[in-house]
Antibody
Framework: EVQLVESGGGLVQPGGSLRLSCAAS????????MSWVRQAPGKGLDWVSA???????YYADSVKGRFTISRDNSKNTLYLQMNSLRAEDTAVYYC?????????????????WGQGTLVTVSS | DIQMTQSPSSLSASVGDRVTITCRAS??????LNWFQQKPGKAPKLLIY???SLQSGVPSRFSGSGSGTDFTLTISSLQPEDFATYYC????????FGQGTKLEIK
């Protein structure tokens, strides 16, 4: 069964750091495009970061320079290192696999998603 | 950046109704458009990908259409389990989601 399980969320003070993990089963993280998407309480969905199979990484402007996406092939796990956290980073963070049908330059979509992990930035 | 605008933001409907949600992109995105359903406390669920392809396991009462800048999600006959929030999302240039449409019971 294809599955994603996030962990690592919690309460952190402004300016602090946290590392989220996303353990995959049923497929190989390093062979796929993977993303992090977040959702602030009561708000909509915001894409945060992606890492492609070749290792290229992408970030939303709101987290560029503060967040780092990475993966551990031996553990089949995706990570999001979050530094210099702000109150506006408070959200549920989801990891998701990006799929495409014929070519990575064509339409892509998120499936599956993990269950999410809550990050709260507050003093 | 590509902006995605959904309408309406909220919608009240009854079981059995036909419902249409629209999504407009700020620039042409071909068919790089997906639709998700989200229920409270749950992760989003993929319904439609590439504008009109039905995800495996999703009931056929859900359908998507459109290309370029204007897209629609249609639920042909609302069922009790369909009351949720729906999001469109473009993958033409990184990723952007619409603000969501909350579908409530009338």
């Amino acid at each position: 069964e294809v599955q994603l399980v996030e962990s690592g969320g919690g309460l952190v003070q402004p300016g602090g750091s946290l590392r989220l993990s996303c353990a995959a089963s049923g497929f190989t993280v390093s062979s796929n495009y993977m993303s992090w998407v977040r959702q602030a309480p009561g708000k909509g969905l915001d894409w945060v970061s992606a890492i492609y199979s070749g290792g290229t990484t992408y970030y939303a402007d709101s987290v560029k320079g503060r967040f780092t996406i990475s993966r551990d092939n031996s553990k089949n796990t995706l990570y999001l290192q979050m530094n210099s956290l702000r109150a506006e980073d408070t959200a549920v963070y989801y990891c998701a696999r990006e799929n495409f049908e014929y070519s990575s330059s064509g339409p892509r979509w998120f499936d599956p998603w993990g269950q999410g992990t809550l990050v709260t930035v507050s003093s | 950046d590509i902006q995605m605008t959904q309408s309406p933001s909220s919608l009240s409907a009854s079981v059995g109704d036909r419902v249409t949600i629209t999504c407009r992109a700020s620039q042409r995105i071909s068919t790089y458009l997906n639709w998700f359903q989200q229920k409270p406390g749950k992760a989003p669920k993929l319904l439609i990908y590439a504008a009109s392809s039905l995800q495996s396991g999703v009931p056929s009462r859900f359908s998507g259409s459109g290309s370029g800048t204007d897209f629609t999600l249609t639920i042909s006959s609302l069922q009790p389990e369909d009351f949720a929030t729906y999001y469109c999302q473009q993958s033409y240039s990184t990723h952007t989601f619409g603000q969501g449409t909350k579908l409530e019971i009338k």
